[in-house]
């Protein structure tokens, strides 16, 4: 699950990144939406993770997932030429979202692969030792619970002298 987490928290923190990039206008905004977007996509959560799947494969997912969520930053530029533009403008936009629809599918199943495989070798367990497993959770379960004595029914202890 490293690989989708991974790759989830790099489309999040690209969508905190991102969502200013369409209003800026000026430098005046620039220096806004980076005061605004740093923190967050340097927050604890980010970092640590980070530090945690530096050396694992699946630290790949996070880049993945930046770039996911920054081919949809201007997603509604292209809806808007789709929707008020003439033939060419209709083209790109419409090329726009094809082809962000399709990296977005190719980064996500480059992590959810491998995320599967994993699953799945963790939960391949051979049926005998599933067996012996929910026996012994059988056994656990069926002992008797011991009941704590009432008060005043314990037994005094010889008082040791000098």
Partial sequence: ?????????????GTIATFGMTHVTSLKGWQTVLAL???????????VMIDRFAASPAFGCYP???VAALVWAFASD???LITGGGIWARVIGSL???IASEVT?????????????QIRAELDVPA???????????????KPVASPAPPGSAKPSPASGP
């Fill in 128 to 142: 005998d030792a599933r067996w012996v497993l929910m026996l012994k959770r059988h056994v656990e379960a069926t």
């Fill in 96 to 98: 726009h979202l094809l």
């Fill in 78 to 80: 292209s809806i808007r």
């Fill in 37 to 47: 977007s740093l923190p967050a996509v340097l927050s604890g959560a980010a970092m």
């Fill in 1 to 13: 699950m490293d690989y989708l987490g991974l790759f989830c928290l790099g489309a999040f923190t």
């Fill in 64 to 66: 993945a997932g930046l």
């Fill in 105 to 117: 599918l190719i980064l996500a199943a480059i992590a959810a692969v491998p995320a599967f495989l």
